[in-house]
């Protein structure tokens, strides 16, 4: 029934993998290695190691495996016949980049199982990408495959987090972050944020004035420094070096989680050229990319860029936190699933390339940009300008609605019991919308803490997830629910 | 550059999910509602409910989505030209099936955000295998994709143990499992185990006489029930009923880790029927299958019978606990990766159907039965019998070989320090197989306690993984490099 025809040498990805992203990655000379980060660990993960046993079978090339578990690819129902399914994808660009990387990951390669890393030939494209894009300026820096950041940020927490911790995060952020933090029964200290981001300012006051006596300090940073999730903002140059610097006085690791980095918004993408280099000086310096001490931990998704479905991200972070990466892995999801990873080395290394993965990413922006410059007209059309404010944002695909609860004719009357009413208000905008056909984002999903009786309450708007041609019609029918609450007639 | 041609309405699976599995499992009338297990949840997860955000969107189908990041497909690099993708595989079974089950999971699908669940067309065709297999004799059990059973196991742990807890187990079990105990920071008791598996007789003394002053009384088992890795033997029927009515007494869980379920060795096998119910009258019942009270977790993994690398299994339970497990996907993984899905929906709902699912196990276990007899005789030929022992086993695919070290010239002189002696005998056998070409697993990395002082080691030999031509071959090159540790000359 099964048809055995799957090359004998090709199921063998572990035998390639040893040391892939360590060879990679390593630089040597001027470039400092990175701190030893062995306090930050958490109890559960200090002396985690990995697996044992999945050590062993990395012996397997060359031998007679009577050892591991792994069946032998005649065992399995899918074909050799079918190694070139996904190089039959209809790709954005030319066939011109083909062949350049050898094809070292084949159906067999997927349908077995994975390496903690990922597929050689992934990691190391992936590798170059960051090479290429963020340099980060110490040696001993590496890339592992992740099964989506949401999945990377539930392991770091692990990785680097007790019960009874603090961690720092804009003020308004991501829920799978708030929920993830719940979770781990970690608490956030929220550090208040502007129209350029998270507040140096305010986490250097934080941080200085922490009574250490009462609780831990915190020794994480997490934050979403461009087209932040919710509130659009990209941190500048200057902010982010103002914030590195006061993680390394205090000690402090960052999870910079980037999805949007790459979705930038604004005249820039439009009048860039398309080649690699100049992509790169138009992007805001990431974190790591002035990462000199090794305590950044940067994720990347595909979520945003290429499809969600794929569930696949990477990691980049010094060697000994990929090793912690690596081993929690093979203790949970094992690896990315393979055919997320044949359809990205298809894509990567067979169809695009670095440059044929930039230019994706610069058509991308163009598409969003014009998403968003909808979006924003839409807005200042409809919505009523002495309630709503937003500023615009230059990354990402959020727009973030502040309504002013003081123009409510019920305001007043309701001054006693503010959190309670502006709940009530905000759930009778959502509901109002979703009678007459636009989903919004309630803001209060994004609150690190309960608000503390502020006149004013948060919708977040997306112009990604809508067709292009309805995003008018939303931003009309949410405004309308706007003023209906709010009650100025003659609207709806 | 991406080509716009994915039609609106393939993207919501979402749209489409909403109490499926219970839709499909729940069943009224006469049998038991699963008993409440609120007092087993772990401190993390007793009020954990899952992401809030998700559950909003949720809400997506017919509103304009302004409220979810979720890029519309217009932002994918690939195009619904590309949807027949997997139908073009070269499968087992022929066409007969498709078109049985309407094709409701599209590329598009598999692209975008998948739900915590899985594909409902996925989730609905294991509900039915379930059904047809298992059939649990209580009302509310439900189905949920995993991660693969590793990743199950971890979010088991987390559902259920609290660090300081004691877990029951297999005497010599899955490392990963160890592994996990141990991140977990879950100790093992350890249940001896003989030819027919896991000792009923020995569990219920353990229990009997716990002592709770002393630690928490354990409120879970964790058992391998067909085809026990490493070991090999299958639990008889008798054996599960009674291990069941001590979980009943004792109130426990069982996990039932179960990849093995279906790799039925032996004469069975060749003489059954090719259809759905002789396979089903075959099988040893699992112990969902007697699970009255709903206090199994069973654990079906699609790396032993389809290919690891799609890192996809299910587990199926009460409602409950299925809730809670969904919860830890929106957290963790989100979902199984959507071209993962996408193949097996492909595989299951368009090529084979509940039957060529069977018809597919039946060959299956065919091909590992030879590999077995191949295996066994090349061990009756080469293995001397005064010094190794092993079981034939009737599931799976391991060979469980027990060295018996009295017989080694140097066990009196060496009988002072058993232990470290063990280990260095043990890695000699392992380094000189290696050497000669053949890799075994140590059956050291199998203690869920350290071997106290037994005068026995052992190895695990696999019949899965390496060609079927070399597995004789395999088991000789072992065979010599025991004889040679054992200084039977004249052998090697």
Redesign the interface.
């Known amino acids: ?3 055995i025809a799957l090359d ?1 040498k090709e199921i063998s990805p572990i035998a390639k993998s040893p040391d892939v992203s360590t060879t990679a990655s390593s630089e040597g000379g001027t470039k400092p290695k990175a701190t030893c980060l062995q306090q930050h660990f958490s109890e ?1 993960s200090r002396n ?1 190691q ?4 999945k050590k ?1 079978t990395r ?2 090339s ?11 690819t ?6 050799s ?2 190694a070139n ?2 190089t ?6 030319g066939p011109e980049d083909r062949a350049r990387v050898p094809s070292i990951y084949t159906l067999a ?6 390496t903690a890393l990922g597929a050689p030939s992934l990691v190391q494209f992936l590798t170059e990408h960051m090479k290429s894009i963020h340099a980060p300026p110490y040696q001993d820096w590496a890339v592992c495959l992740t ?2 950041s ?2 990377a940020l ?1 392991i770091i927490f692990r990785t680097f987090t007790d019960r009874g911790d603090v961690i720092l995060a804009e003020k308004y952020s991501y ?2 972050f708030i ?2 933090s719940a ?3 970690v608490d956030i200290q929220p550090v208040d944020l502007d129209g350029q981001g998270l507040s140096p300012h305010k986490l250097g006051q934080i941080l200085d004035q922490w009574n250490t006596l009462e609780r831990p300090k915190p020794k994480v940073l997490y934050t979403i420094p461009s087209g932040q ?1 919710p509130t659009g903002v990209t941190q500048s140059q200057e902010r982010r070096r103002a914030i590195y610097e006061i993680a390394e006085r205090h000690g402090l690791i960052i999870i910079e989680d980037d999805p949007y980095y790459f979705i930038q918004l604004g005249p820039n993408t439009a009048s860039g050229g398309s080649n690699l280099e100049s992509v790169s000086r138009q992007l805001v310096p990431s974190y790591i990319s002035i990462d000199k001490s090794g305590r950044v931990i940067r994720l990347d998704s595909t ?2 860029i ?7 991200g990477w990691v980049t972070a010094s060697q000994q936190v990929i090793d912690k990466y690596a081993a929690y892995h ?11 990873q ?2 990205l080395h298809d ?1 990567f290394n067979l169809q695009w390339g670095q440059e044929g993965f930039s ?2 990413l610069q ?2 922006s163009l ?2 940009t014009q998403r968003r410059d909808i979006t924003v007209a839409a807005c200042h059309s409809f919505l009523p300008s002495d309630i709503c404010s937003f500023a615009i944002p230059d990354h990402g ?2 727009l973030w609605v502040s309504i002013d609860l003081r123009m409510h004719p019920m305001y007043a009357a309701e001054g006693q019991m503010v959190q309670e009413w502006c709940s009530q208000v905000e759930d009778r905008i959502l509901t109002l919308g ?1 009678a007459n ?6 803001g209060s ?1 994004f609150f690190t803490e309960r608000s503390s009786g502020e006149a004013e309450l948060f919708f ?9 041609q ?2 008018t ?3 009309r ?2 405004a309308n629910a706007v003023k209906t609450e709010f009650d100025c007639r003659g609207s709806v």
């Open positions: 029934m099964a048809h004998e559960e985690f990995g697996s044992a046993l062993t012996l397997l060359n031998f007679i495996p009577l050892g591991t578990g792994r069946p032998h005649e065992l399995y129902p899918w074909t016949s079918d399914w996904p039959s994808l209809n790709k954005p660009s390669n997927a349908l077995t199982y994975g099964c989506g949401t999945s539930d829920p799978g929920e993830s979770l781990a029964g999730n979520s945003k290429l499809a969600p479905g794929l569930r696949a093979d203790l949970t999801t094992v690896s990315v699933s393979g055919l997320s044949f359809v894509l230019t994706w058509a991308l598409k969003y695909m959020f979703l056909g636009v989903q919004v984002t309630k999903l977040r708007l997306t112009f990604a997830a809508a067709k292009e309805d995003l019609e939303g931003v029918i949410f």
